[in-house]
């Protein structure tokens, strides 16, 4: 969770009381070799002997610009707050300005170098406050819950973020209640999965979902099987953790602009099932309900932010396990819907309980569906660890993708090639789950979900598998484990629509 408190600090960031202040650094110019000072920090500079002076200081200690460069300098008196922190931007585009996604991370470092520090201003706020607010929240963020003596020092407690601007209140609000979209996401997948299973996991859906007053529904096992849910019963009967199917909507105020369905794949923990994954690293798929975290914590933010959009979603759970009830290869579901699937590997589950959900989604005659999921590796192997792959109708792909890029999410529009789907004929059902090959998996099962939803409804699927998870080192506003994503790319896509249908 977040506890960090974002404010709008008016007034000169050199003379306000504060623990320390935060100002950006800037690469050198073309054929220049000193760093450059961000906008913002003019009464800092001024503080420090003008432009020339601080730059000066910066440089002795190190300072360059580039991203993710955290300079701390104590200001003995310069400045009221004691510790000047100085936090690179990397080189802006052509046009000299940094760009939001270059002011969030840069935001995100300051945050996280920030760590044991009660109360810090930042000058950020200046150069783009939505993006400083968001990179703040999401670099203070840390996931404490499991640790018994704290996790060392606690996250900045408040930070005050100097701009001018009558609508200033306003974008730090929108912007905040993003950040903390985020971190419920983020919360849900760190969340370990003794502790989040279907049962537990829908039970913290609807506490969320109550509070943001949107509308509830849980279907539980016996639910499951009288409606004839047999792709999230398939493959959850392998786990002790009975399945659930959750379902959230908001209703977009008196006059919705549109209905968009919101799908997101909950498997709270991949052993693969009786198509066993391998041991390493298989503590990553505590991670396999990353979809369903961040369509929740959508759905939710969405209300929040009273978007007049309809938004329903609808959250497949379940616990793929390898037992003595487990299902099998060449076991045949028959699907919410009624259409039947040969399991030939219990490993592409997702895609299993996915298409139930797509199902029951379309039937709300939603005016899009976004659905999103870590559903392949192969993701992994096409666009590496922090591009999602989008894929879909056509228009309705790209637009999800730059909604992805512009966000800094990050997405990349992918093909969904005709051939593939004679690729998944069934020796004796109307579809197999997985192929006989492993070429182009990404697109493999996004033509298995492409089956399930309703001809000219305009639609995105949304592969995860990387992005949703960290494992490396901390950069930017980003930390080892949950990262949120897609959270701020569906929202994008909601407020979207919200605007122009
Ligand atoms: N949850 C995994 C995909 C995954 C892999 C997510 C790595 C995050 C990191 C998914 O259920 C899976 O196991 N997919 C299989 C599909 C295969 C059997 C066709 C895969 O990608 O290997
Ligand atoms: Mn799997
Ligand atoms: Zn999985």
């Known amino acids: 969770m977040t506890s960090t408190d974002l404010y709008i600090a008016e007034g000169s960031p050199a003379t306000a009381e504060a623990d320390a202040v935060v100002i950006g650094v800037l690469p050198p110019s073309q054929g220049g070799d000193a760093p450059r000072l961000a906008p913002g920090a003019d009464e800092v500079a001024a503080a420090f002997d003008g432009d020339a002076g601080l730059i000066g200081l ?85 996931f404490t819950a499991y640790r018994t003596n704290g996790n060392g020092k606690a996250p900045v407690g408040r930070v005050g973020l100097v701009a001018d601007g009558a609508d200033a209140e306003a974008t730090l609000r929108t912007a905040a209640a993003i950040g903390r979209a985020v971190c419920t996401a983020r919360d849900l997948v760190n969340t370990p999965p003794n502790d989040l299973f279907p049962e537990s996991f829908a039970a913290r859906a609807r506490e969320l979902a109550e509070a943001a007053g949107l509308e509830v529904e849980v279907l539980d096992d016996e639910a499951l099987a009288a409606g004839g849910f047999g792709g999230v019963l398939g493959v959850g009967q392998g786990s002790s953790r009975k399945p659930r199917l959750v379902r959230l909507r908001y209703a ?64 497949p759970m ?16 028959r699907m919410y819907g009624g259409k039947t699937v040969e399991v030939l590997n219990t490993d592409a589950e ?37 591009t999602a792959g989008v894929m879909g109708s056509d228009e309705f792909r790209d637009r999800v993708a730059a909604h992805a890029r512009a966000t800094g999410e990050d997405g990349w529009a992918m093909p969904l090639p005709e051939h593939m789907r004679g690729e998944l004929d069934s020796r004796i059902a109307d579809i197999a789950n997985v192929t006989g090959a492993r070429w182009g998996g990404m697109l493999v099962a996004g033509t298995f979900l492409r089956e399930f939803v309703p001809d000219g409804l305009p639609w995105a699927h949304i592969d995860i598998a990387g992005p949703s998870f960290h494992s490396g080192g901390p950069y930017g506003y980003t930390h080892k484990g949950g990262t949120g994503v897609p959270v701020r790319t569906m929202f994008a896509v909601l407020a979207d629509i919200a605007e122009n249908g």
Do not use: W
Not at 318 to 329: F, L
């Open 58 to 142: 910066l440089a002795v200690a190190g300072a360059t610009g580039k991203a993710d460069e955290v300079v701390k300098v104590p200001t003995r008196g310069s400045l009221t707050a004691p510790l000047l922190v100085a936090v690179g931007m990397g080189k802006p585009d052509a046009d000299g300005a940094p760009a939001a996604e270059q002011v969030r991370r840069a935001a995100g470092a300051a945050a996280r170098a920030l760590t044991g520090i009660g109360h810090a201003l930042s000058t950020l706020g200046r150069v783009d406050l939505a993006a400083a607010a968001e990179g703040t929240l999401l670099g203070a963020y840390s």
């Open 252 to 315: 977009g105020g008196s006059a919705p602009r549109a209905k968009v369905a919101l799908v997101g794949k909950g498997i709270t923990f991949d052993t693969g099932g009786i198509s066993i994954k391998p041991a390493a690293n298989m503590d990553h798929m505590t991670s396999d309900m990353g979809g369903a975290a961040a369509v929740i914590a959508t759905t939710v933010l969405a209300a929040q932010l009273e978007l007049p959009v309809a938004v329903t979603a609808t959250v």
């Open 318 to 333: 379940a616990e793929n396990m390898p037992s003595a009830t487990a299902y099998r290869p060449g076991d045949v579901l």
């Open 350 to 386: 997702g895609r299993l309980i996915l298409a139930d959900a797509i199902t029951r989604a379309a039937e709300d005659d939603p005016d899009y569906l976004v659905e999103t999921s870590t559903l392949t590796g192969a993701q992994q192997v096409a666009l590496g660890l922090r």
